[in-house]
């Protein structure tokens, strides 16, 4: 059974820090792409990030660009989110989620439905 566990939310404040986390377990596939998705509150869920563990091709939506960073550890199963320069609009539950199609890395966070597994969220506030 595929899990993923997300963690590293928390409170605080604009202009602050945060890592998320999230494990991954279970899977066979021997290349995959996991992704972040956030849900804000009385907003859809949108895709953030997304990296390929095979290349370790990154995407990012424009409203995180260059104050989100995502990377991996592939030997542990592990993807990361460094989010950086919050802004109280990126509060949200935050997402992980996994495929193992890698050729559709490109549109994963345009895409959610792209995903095949997701890990309960992380809930991510920051204050003004």
């Known amino acids: 059974e595929v899990q993923l566990q997300a963690s590293g939310g928390g409170l605080v404040q604009a202009g602050g820090s945060l890592r998320l986390s999230c494990a991954a377990s279970?899977?066979?596939?021997?290349?995959?792409?996991i992704g972040w998705f956030r849900q804000a509150p009385g907003k859809e869920r949108e895709g953030v990030s997304c990296i390929s563990s095979s290349d370790g091709r990154t995407f990012y939506a424009d409203s995180v660009k260059g104050r989100f960073t995502i990377s991996s550890d592939n030997a542990k199963n592990t993807v990361y989110l460094q989010m950086n320069s919050l802004k109280p609009e990126d509060t949200a539950v935050y997402y992980c989620?996994?495929?193992?199609?890698?050729?559709?890395?490109?549109?994963?966070?345009?895409?959610?439905?792209?995903?095949?597994?997701w890990g309960k969220g992380t809930l991510v506030t920051v204050s003004s």
């Open positions: 279970g899977f066979t596939f021997d290349d995959y792409a």
């Open positions: 989620a996994l495929t193992g199609n890698i050729v559709v890395v490109p549109w994963l966070i345009e895409d959610e439905g792209l995903m095949d597994y």
